[in-house]
T-cell receptor, first 113, second 112 residues
Framework: NAGVTQTPKFRILKIGQSMTLQCTQD?????MYWYRQDPGMGLKLIYY???????DKGEVPNGYNVSRSTTEDFPLRLELAAPSQTSVYFC????????????FGPGTRLTVT | QKEVEQNSGPLSVPEGAIASLNCTYS??????FFWYRQYSGKSPELIMF????GDKEDGRFTAQLNKASQYVSLLIRDSQPSDSATYLC????????????FGTGTRLLVSP
């Protein structure tokens, strides 16, 4: 199993550009999450999904969109990138409502200039 | 008040000593508490999970939970330089549908 994979590892965007961060898990997990981590800070939840076709907002959803058309994939879309979105983005997954451990991907480091 | 509070550190301990990391939380209904370790530039990895009052031991790690006082701590015995990392405290809120809330983390430095 590859676990949770994320692409790209690094990206530099200009202000106003858009991009999609990819996240894929091969563990057949129902729950998937997107977090951002600013320097010296903890993780903040952007969006989460409890299964294909079901998504909901977390703490900091503004400027982002998600979709979940399959169990495996949970892409995060940034529209009109802003410097405030410079951060490290982590995707995570969890098997079910009764499981507790979230498995994290390696992260995407995004810089918006 | 923040939902999860941690001292950012750094906490410096010599090799072989006990490192004590603390975390307080505001949601009295929270039931599940986690300690994640994060090396610089890497993703968080779960090292301890606790949901009952008292102590839970796993190797050199002991998690302690006191729900009445709303704090959870992590003790690392026989600290090694390889334990140098940021330790993130996290919990599931009583409401909020299985969403983890993280503290800002405590940076631990273990000197040889």
């Amino acid at each position: 199993n590859a676990g949770v994979t994320q692409t790209p590892k690094f990206r530099i965007l200009k202000i106003g550009q858009s991009m999609t961060l990819q996240c894929t898990q091969d563990m057949n997990h129902n729950y998937m999450y997107w977090y951002r981590q600013d320097p010296g800070m903890g993780l903040k939840l952007i969006y989460y999904s409890v299964g294909a076709g079901i998504t909901d907002k977390g703490e900091v959803p503004n400027g982002y969109n998600v979709s979940r058309s399959t169990t495996e994939d949970f892409p995060l879309r940034l529209e009109l990138a802003a410097p405030s979105q410079t951060s490290v983005y982590f995707c995570a997954s969890k098997a079910s409502s009764s499981s507790y451990e979230q498995y994290f991907g390696p992260g995407t480091r995004l810089t918006v200039t | 008040q923040k939902e999860v509070e941690q001292n950012s550190g750094p906490l410096s301990v010599p090799e072989g000593a006990i490192a004590s990391l603390n975390c307080t939380y505001s949601d009295r209904g929270s039931q599940s508490f986690f300690w994640y370790r994060q090396y610089s530039g890497k993703s968080p990895e779960l090292i301890m999970f606790i949901y009952s009052n008292g102590d839970k031991e796993d190797g050199r790690f002991t998690a302690q939970l006191n729900k009445a006082s709303q704090y959870v701590s992590l003790l690392i015995r026989d600290s090694q330089p390889s334990d140098s990392a940021t330790y993130l405290c996290a919990l599931y809120l009583a409401t909020g549908f299985q969403k983890l809330v993280f503290g800002t983390g405590t940076r631990l430095l273990v000197s040889p």
